[in-house]
Structures are given as structure tokens and as C-alpha cells.
């Protein structure tokens, strides 16, 4: 090596040595490669263990670093209405076990200088040869004796509450979230969403027994990848999860035959495929003020990893959009309209559901030109064969990929264990090289026409509603926008959806009017001329009291306190200013919020829709939590709107349903829900009222109601 | 024992060659025939601190540019050659370098010698592709920057942080400026910075090195050598006080950001400063995480990293508030962290911890050739010497506890720090 250390010297005195270079070098045209290396696919070792278990040891000594997966096999699960408990399973496997805390569990990884994190099907783990050993005996521990501490159950779930609070700011990941529940349905587990009320249903116990239930070693995999030799990797395994059973859970069945857990309930996996929506819709996310339209274009497709045409599949995507930067879609929308950033496409083989997806975050202004150039891309790939220069770029890139792949030996047990869970043919990587060459234009396009469908997809745009929707609308085949929240409910159904048509006849007034009467009466509720009543309630576990006061025509005033301290106070005195008094100071309210407090205004607002210039119509009748209910849609004059369910037989009013649009962009769905109606003053009231949605849900309990006691002025002075 | 632990990590030091070319050109060689591949690296020391301040963005902008072509290459052709041949390419800038790489199968070395050395030579541009790439880079900021949840952090940091050097403004630079570019400030801009005399080429992988140095000769030996480079000399002037400010973004859960200035990268005391940063915050067992996330539980997220900057750089804290926890509450729990590694010594066993998972860190920062190439052309340029990838590991064991308590006394101080509120918009009044 010394030599080469003193080339500088000799390049410097001998400066004729690069001159004579020069002519060697042709700089018009590309070197030619030299002989193609040959790729090694590198072996493992493959073993089952009397449990069921299978471990996989690759063995590569090139860096002092060993890792274990243990990963169990199972189809993926419905989470149904406890939507999100599933993102919990991971944090909580590494936090505690039945010998040691969370915190002394953090503290044993790091002392490691390891990685240990877990997932909802399995663990991942990390760290130098020597410390190994070490590592190993927490995996083991955390598989098979975590305990899910009801403590740290409710730490992470308030985390993860903030972060589903915090998702509805991101607009990648609203993409993401509304995108998923799009292409496979909120009943297909890839599609659920989580939300706060889904997670409010998830219990400690439901989690641990999912954990109990699903982490069996006759469906689990151990991976052992490193530094490290077959015969150790062996004795290791057979160490710790040799005699390992599982844990023993109870199961029974329901009707339909499924497990049903204690705890955790019926065990549903796996889902139907889902289906093309039919015609091509866009869907829509209001994010007020974007800097830009996130753009997705998905559909479900029936692909599996061991399809004939997932390698036929995966060239298609690369040349449309996966991941080179010569692709159709980066070529178009960046490097020749300068749209975006970078634009991409997917095309995913999965053994229970294939998905596409296509986008690109662009400008506002180009949003529906941006739209229209990935569809027409997706559309030209069906309808002619790519060029030979294309395909040849792309094989030859996949090839490259493959072996930069195996620089990392995980990437040769991530083979052996997709064989095993794909049920991939057992040459199925070996033969990889050799199948991709053999990949014709024509097979290229038969997969576009068989995998992609331009014509019958989901458009998703995030973005800045204002700014965008015009052009959208012009080449939505429907002609119109679909919206959703950031949770991928759509916010403006169509009107009629669910519902069964009302009576013949009967209108929304007479709905209103039904309702008046089973309150007591037009009679009964004209008598009073002040209400007030006194709501206990609990925010984010803090003990609250609400007092709401009325005073006819339409004074109105609201307190809200934590023990002595004031958190809310609304005022308005009946003129055209209301107040809002807060921690964070004192200010007058304006737009929706003024509205807001003007309908609140009326001791019963469901007399003074036509002052409000509030135009109320009947949808139909739908069911309610088992009941039959009118469904009423009310629009307001700001161009809000807000629903109203009727009890069919009481008259009552059971819910109320709107959706707030948000500062920070988005909607807000807020349901209030009102039962226990009881008698005061000849009134029905509601003894219970229930809001849902967003940060602020809670309960109130009405615990004095007082009718015509009379009320000190003061509470509504706006000054 | 011991003796044998010794023996296999130097068996697993990197092993490398390095020379100049006479045009000043600095090479580093780096063999590995495990794999069929090789990265070609080529880092040019030359980031947005060396821009005008009305060319902010400048150099991130002319990476993308660099990508267009050359005399030899057209418009497009630069990836096409590479991806056709099987490998991947790409760049990135920051406020003190640029860096163009290449990883590709190993008979394709010369096509990335070819490819570099063109860039370096005779780099070529047109009206179409400036104009292009002006909005890829618009669209690049929006979309990092402008359409994130907080994505303005880094930008806003910095204005406050510096108001002489260069660092004040952010790498993606401002849309104003992308526009003001002409035709003469990119052609100035190569002449200067693009040249051999100011760049390392890095080749790892399956190569011999005798070989692979006759061809890159081949390629680079022409190229001229350029004027001497001219250096940004400014220096911030130390902070006098504590920079207190409230910034509205999209965001419901309001967030803290701490910003402490710290001495360059490659300093000794950069090195304690940066363990500092990893006893607060790598691992669940770190002191933020485990205190301000865990046992308090105010917040969803909480980090703290040093940004290595060639001039003194900045140590970042960041936290996200838990559901319902107010920001002066979040930031007093972070500052008790601060406060205790002022005033208690950190316990040896704690100091063990950081050791092994730098240790840890160190290995796995060697198992791919590409991320080889980086760390040894990094190295060179900022470190004295590519050597270094071998031996900095040294100065971080090489800290002690009177060493954190001293540089935590010294620069995490109130006095030392940008602090911003991310709140929400609708408490904007």
C-alpha cells in the first residue's frame, strides 16, 4: 500500500503520465462494463423446532452485529370497533414483564447498546456480537412473559391519542389513513382507522389477551442474521424457545365459528377483497391554507407474492413509477412540467390484499393537470407496449437492486422467510435473475391491463379545498368531490344514503313539530322564560362543572369550571356580539362560532329554524343504536350544516351530528347524543348528554335543572 | 480475552488508500469484495454557507442542476445512464458540503468515474432545465417545509440562532432568491466551488485499487486544477442572551424547541457535547425520553440532537406536548433535565451506556459501502483526516463525566439558546 501513498508524488513530477491518459480516454461516449459479476444469493440454515417453530440462520460475519426478528404468522385482524389497539401491541410488549418494569427493561436494552422494539406480530432485536447473549435473554423474556402493566397501557394510549389528534395536521399522513380505509373499506383490517372513540374501547386486558392469543410458537418464525455461526444460532434457539408452549388462552366459538377470547372478544381475520368503486371518484380532504395537494390514485388489486405475473407486475410499476428516477410518472410530472418534487407509484403483491397507489404532492394550481397526467400515465401503459429501452433500463435496474440487496444478510433471511410465508416456490430468489430477464413488453402490458384500472379507482387529493376544487371538479367523472375527514369519513354523504324514505308527506317541519309536542308541548315550553341547569362532567380526567343559562327571547350565557377555575365562559346578551372568556384570554367571537352561539341562544332552537333563515329537510328514516329515527338535515346561513336524528316513536331528539370545519384545517365530526329525558317545569329535558369527537368528548351529567327560578342579568353582559 | 476483542475489531477497522492527483483532486480507496457492488462518491466542500445572501439556496439549487447534463451527457441522460446500468444515484446538500453519489455493480466503475469526472469538467445546463429544476425545488420546499407539521422548525431556529454567518438560512434557501438567479451566478458558481483542488472522490466496494486508480487518472487526471477557494471567514459572535419567541403553525399539540450553539464539528468539546445529547435522548432509558416522555408524561415525542456543523453548529431539543399539556409545562420538565446534568456529575455507569451504543452505532455505520464511501469522504473533509472513520470513536470514549458537566455548564445555559413555542393558529389572537 505504500506505493500507491506516494503516487501523488510521482503523478506531480512526472506530469507527462496524465497527458498520456488523455488520449486513452474517449469522454464522447460511456465506458463500456466490464464481465457482468456473478451474484451470490448466500445460504441459510433452516430449521423447525418440536414446538413449530421455524428458525432461519444466515450467517455473515463481515460487521460484529447480530439481530433476532421473531415474527409470528397470522392473517391480519379486524380490529372492528377498537380500531387502533393493534398499534399499542408493540409498545407494550417491551414495557414490562413479569421480572422487570419498563423502565428497568429500558435500561437493560440500552446498557446493551441494543435495539429491541416491538410490533404487533412480532419483535425485532439488535446489538454487537458481544453483548448478544445478553440481548437474547430479554427477547425471550419479552415474547413470552410480558405482562402489559395496566399503567403503561394508559400512557401509551394517551400518546397514541395525541398522535391520532396530532395525524390530522400531516397531510401525508391523512393521505395515508384516508388513502388505506379508500382502497380497502374500514371493514377490511388494512382499511380500519383509529380514532379516539375506537381507541377508548381498547382495554389492557383486550390487548393482552391478543398478545396471549396470537404470540404461539407454532406460528412463529425465528430469525437469527449475522455475526454469529449456524451452531451457535442453533443452540441459541433451541435454548430459549426449545421448550417454550405458549400461553394457554380459553377460547369458545360463535355462530360464525370464530374464536371468541375473554377480553378480547371474537378473533375475525383476514377480510374480503375489497372492490373496484365501479367508476373513477375523487375524493377529497379539506386542509385549509395547503401549500400543496397531496395526490394519491388507489385501488385494491388481486396480486399475491406468488402470482405468475408478480414479477411481470413489479417491472410494470418500476417503469411507471417505482422508485427510478427514469420512470414514467417522475419523467412527466417533474423533470418535464417541474409539478413536484418526486412522483411514484406501487404496485404491492400481499397474500391477503394487493393494493396501488400512485401520487405526488404538487402546487396548488396544478393540481387537477397534475391528476390528470397519473391517470393518463396509469391509462398509456395499458394501451401500448413500453419500449425495449424502458424495459431494458428497468430489468437491468431490478437486477442491480437485487444484488445491492444482499450486501445486507438480512436481506437473505427476509428471502427465506418470504418463501416460507408467501408459499413462494422454493428456487423463487435463486431463479430471480434469470425470470426477470426473461420479462417481455407484451407480458408487461398484460399485466398493466390485468393490475391496473384508470377507469375505476379512488383520486385522493389532501389539500386546500378553496384553491383547488374548481379544476378538480372539471375532471372528476362525476362531476363532483366526495368529501372526507382526516378519518377518512365522508362528511357530506349523499343525502339519501342509508336512509328509508319518510312517509309520504311528511315534511321536516312536522318532525320539529312532533318533537315540541313529546317535550311537553308548544303550550308547556312558551311558559318558560328562563332555564337553568347545572351539568357535572369529566375532561381528560379532570372533574368539570358546566352551567348553561337561558333567558327568553335569546339571552344566553355559559360557564365552564374546574373547581374554582374558570375554563370556559360564554356571554351574549341577546344583540349582535357574544363573548368567550378563556385561559387564554378574552375575545370576542365571530363567523361559525358567533352562529353557533346564536342558535344556541334559544332555550329551544328547534322553534326558530325560520328566523335563523335555517333551511331544514327530511331525509328519511335510519336506524339509531336499534331505533327507528328521522333523519333531518338542517343548512345554515353560513353555509354550515348540521344533521338531526328523531326518535320515530318518542318524538325525541336523539343526536345531533355536524361537522366543524377546523382552524387548523379539516373537520371536525361532532355528535352529541341526548337521553334520559326528565320532566321540569312540564319540559322534557335531557338528563344525560354525550359529545363525542375531537379532544374535547365528555359526558354531561345535568344534576339541577331549574325552570323560571329567575336569573341575575349579569351572567349575559358582553362587557 | 480482552486481547482477543482487540484484535477483532482491528481486523474490522476500515481499511483504505488515499492520494492527491496533481490537480489537487484528493482520492480515497476503500476494498470490499464482499458484494458485487461499488460506490462512487464525490464530495465537494462547498454548502449554503458559502452563498451570497441574496442567493440563499443557491448551492442546494445547483446540485439539482448538476444532474442536467454535460458536454458530453444530455439533458436527462445522467440518471438514465446509471439506472440502465443497474445502480442508483443521488445527492444532497447541507450549510458545508455537497454530495453526489453513485452505487453500481462493480463492472460498471468506470461509467461513474466517466459520469463524475463530466460533472467536474464540463457540467452544462440549459434555459429548460434551470427553469424546471427552479420549480422542482420550489416544490421540494413546499412540500418539506411549508406543508409539514412543523416543518418550519429548522428555518425558524436558525434566523434567531445566527445574524452574521451564513447558518441563519436554511440549505433549501428562499423562493426569492431561486427566482433572482442568472445565467453568470451559476457559471461563477461552478468555476469556483466545482473544481478539483475543492473535492475528495470516494470508491468502495468490490474494486482493486490499482486498477480502479488508473482509470480514475483517466477520467480526473485532466481535469483543471481551479483557483485557490475562497472561504467564508465570518464569525458569529457568541450569543448574549437568552432568544425567547412563539411561532403558529398547523398543529394542535403544541411543541418546544430548544436550540443551544456548540462548538464545530471535530472539536473536543464537540464530542462531550454530542454525548451530552445522547444521555438525554437515545434510548428509552436517556433522560428526556425516560423522564419528560415516560415518567411525566408530557410529551408524545421529545429528542435532542447536534447539528455537526463545520462552524460552530447548534444542539437541538425538541418535543411534541402530550394531549393537554401546556407548553411552559413541557419546556419546565426538559429544563430540569438541562439542569441536572449542569449540576450532578453523570454517574459512570451511565457513561457506560452511551459508550457501548456508540460502539454499537460504530459498527453498523460499516455494513454497507455506500454509507463507507460517505463516512470516509466526511472524514476527510471535516475531520483532518479519513483516517478518522477508524479513530473518532476514541474521542467519544475519551469523555468523562467532569468533561459533560463542563460543557453542559458551558453551553446549555438559558443564555446560549433560541427557545420557541410551535402553538396552534387558532391561538393566535
Redesign the interface.
Known sequence: ?KS??L??LV??ST?L??AM??A??D?????????????HLGGHKSFTLDNGMRVIIVENH????VSAQLRFDFPPVLQGDKAGYLELVGELL?SGTARHT??EL??L??????RLSGSSDGLYAS??K??FPALMDLVYEVATAANFPADEFE?AR??L???V??R?????QIADVVGHSLTYGKDHPYGEVSTEASLGKASRDAVYQYYRYFFQPKQGYLVLVGDITAQEGEAMARKYFGLWKGADVAVTKDAEGHDVVKDLGPVITGGKQPKLPGKTRVAFVD?P????S?IKVVFPVQLKPNDPMALQAQVLNTILGGG???ARLM?NL????????GAYSSLDADRWCGAFSAGC???NEVTDSAVAEVLGEIRRIRTAPVTADEL??AK??M???F??G???PRTVARFALNTYLNDLPEDHYASYLKRLDAVTAEQVQQAAVRFLHPDSCTVLVVGDKQSVAKGLERISPTGRLQDYDANGDNVRPDPSEGATPAPAGMTAQDVLDAYIKAIGGKQAVGKVRDLRIDYTTSI?GMDAALTEYHKEPNKYAMEMKAGSMLLQRIAYDGGDKATMKSM??E?DLVDADLDEVLQSAYTFPELHYADLQYAATLIGVVDLNGAKAYRVNVKTLPGGQFDEYYDVKTGLKLRRKENKT????GFLQVVTDFSDYQPEGGVLFPRQVKQGGG?MAMTLKAVAVAVNKGIDGAVFSVE | MMAT?TA??QT?EIQF??????NGLHVI?HEDH????VAVGVMYHVGSKDEANDRRGFAHFFEHLLFEGS??IGR?EF???V???????NANTTGDRTYYYE?????????G???ES?RM?HAKVDTKGI??????????R???Y????YGSILPEVLRRAYHKHPYQWPTIGYMEDLNAATEKDYREFYKTFYVPNNAVLVLAG?LD?KKA??AL???F??IAKGKAVPRNKVVEPPMTGEVRDTVYD????PAVVQAYRIPALGTPDFYAVDMLNRLLS?????RLV?NV??AE?KA?FVGSFSLPFEDPGLAIAFA?????VAPDSLEASMDRQFARVREELVPEGEL??LK??????H??D????SGIAHNLANAYTFLGGADKVNTEIEQYLAVTPADLQRVARKYFMPENRVVLYYL????K?
Open positions: 500500500m500507491l501513498l503516487h501523488p503523478l506531480a506530469f503520465i496524465p491518459t488523455i486513452q480516454v469522454r464522447t461516449k460511456a465506458p463500456a462494463p466490464g464481465p457482468a459479476p456473478e451474484v463481515k460487521i460484529p452485529i417491551t419498563k423502565a429500558d435500561e436494552v440500552d446498557s446493551l447498546g441494543a446489538s454487537l458481544k453483548n400512557k394517551t400518546r391519542l395525541s398522535q389528534q396530532a390530522t395536521d400531516d397531510p401525508d386542509r391554507g395547503s401549500a400543496q397531496v427510478v428516477f427514469n419523467q417533474r423533470e418535464d412540467k417541474g409539478y413536484t418534487y404532492s404538487v402546487r431494458a433500463l437491468n435496474y437486477a442491480g437492486s444484488a445491492r444482499l450486501e445486507d381528560q387564554m384570554g375575545k377546523q382552524e387548523g384545517g379532544p | 476483542i477483532t475489531a474490522r488508500t488515499e492520494f492527491d492527483l496533481p480507496l464482499s458484494t458485487p457492488i458536454d458530453n436527462g440518471a438514465k445512464y439506472e440502465k446500468a443497474g445502480g442508483v444515484l452505487v453500481l455493480p462493480s463492472n460498471q466503475l468506470d461509467l468515474l466517466w459520469l463530466e469538467l427553469e424546471t429544476q427552479r420549480e422542482v425545488v420550489k416544490e421540494e413546499r412540500q418539506r411549508e406543508n409539514q407539521p468490490d485499487s486508480t488508473a487518472t483517466k477520467y487526471g485532466p398547523k398543529i394542535q399539540l437515545n434510548g428509552n432509558s436517556s425516560k416522555k415516560d408524561q408524545v411534541v406536548a402530550n394531549m393537554g457506560a451506556k457501548v451504543q456508540i460502539e454499537t452505532e459498527a453498523n460499516n455494513g454497507r459501502v396552534p393558529l387558532n391561538q389572537n
